[in-house]
């Protein structure tokens, strides 16, 4: 079974400028998250799609931050204009059905993002 | 709130030592996971095990062991007879049961083991 996909793996941007990271969740899966990695810390949640409904987004920095999941499958999460504190690996994970500690989440390999 | 402490941020290791990776853990839930994951260089974290709160039964599989003991909130991790792939970062994360919300993982802060041949 094919595990999440993000793409890209790397990228440097300057800063005011913006970006976009894609996400493919395992075949199946309902839920899709986006995490933020600063280095040094653990993972922080900035959003939480069930299907193509945003479920959880407290913590994701609207002004600058936006997220969408177009049919429910693929996602994107757009950064515009990017800071240099917005330099971190970008995590995305689905679950089956996103019911808490029932559903494991599973993660895709992140995309490292450094903002000069 | 939840919240994850991971107390040790670096333990070096020489390969066959037994390590344990220390967790401890603060939720007003009664119904809650726990969760260990491993994040080596390649930067994906890897699922390793999901506890919920009832069980409190320790596990083991192959050379990894769990100890969960809700009287002091920890979720610890022993990897017996290290080994240079053990290398990596661990996490330790908790969900709280979803009530209509998110179900969002809290993670600690991680700790790197560094295991040397």
């Known amino acids: 079974e094919a595990g999440v996909a993000q793409s890209p793996r790397y990228k440097i941007i300057e800063k005011r400028q913006s970006v976009a990271f894609w996400c493919n969740p395992i075949?199946?899966?309902?839920?899709l998250y986006w995490y933020q990695q600063i280095l040094g810390q653990g993972p922080k949640l900035l959003i939480q799609f069930q299907n193509n409904g945003v479920v959880d987004d407290s913590q994701l920095p609207k002004d600058r931050f936006s997220a969408e999941r177009l049919k429910g499958v693929d996602s994107t999460l757009k950064i515009q204009p990017a800071k240099l504190e917005d330099s971190a690996v970008y995590l995305c994970?689905?679950?089956?059905?996103?019911?808490?500690?029932?559903?494991?989440?599973?993660f895709g390999p992140g995309t490292r993002l450094t903002v000069l | 709130a939840q919240k994850v402490t991971q107390a040790q941020t670096e333990i070096s290791v020489v390969e066959k030592e037994d390590v344990t990776l220390d967790c401890v853990y603060e939720?007003?839930?009664?119904?809650?996971?726990l969760f260990w994951y491993k994040q080596p260089p390649s930067g994906e974290l890897v699922f390793l095990i999901r506890r919920n709160s009832f069980d409190e039964q320790n596990e083991i599989s192959g050379r990894y062991s769990w100890n969960f003991q809700k009287s002091t909130s920890s979720f610890n991790f022993t990897i017996t007879a290290s080994q240079v792939v053990d290398s990596a970062v661990y996490f330790c994360?908790?969900?709280?049961?979803?009530?209509?919300?998110?179900?969002?993982?809290?993670f600690g802060k991680g700790m790197k083991l560094t295991v040397n041949p």
């Open positions: 939720t007003r839930d009664t119904t809650y996971y």
């Open positions: 075949s199946g899966h309902a839920t």
């Open positions: 994360a908790l969900s709280e049961s979803p009530q209509g919300g998110s179900e969002k993982l809290v």
């Open positions: 994970a689905s679950s089956l059905a996103g019911r808490g500690g029932l559903d494991t989440q599973y």
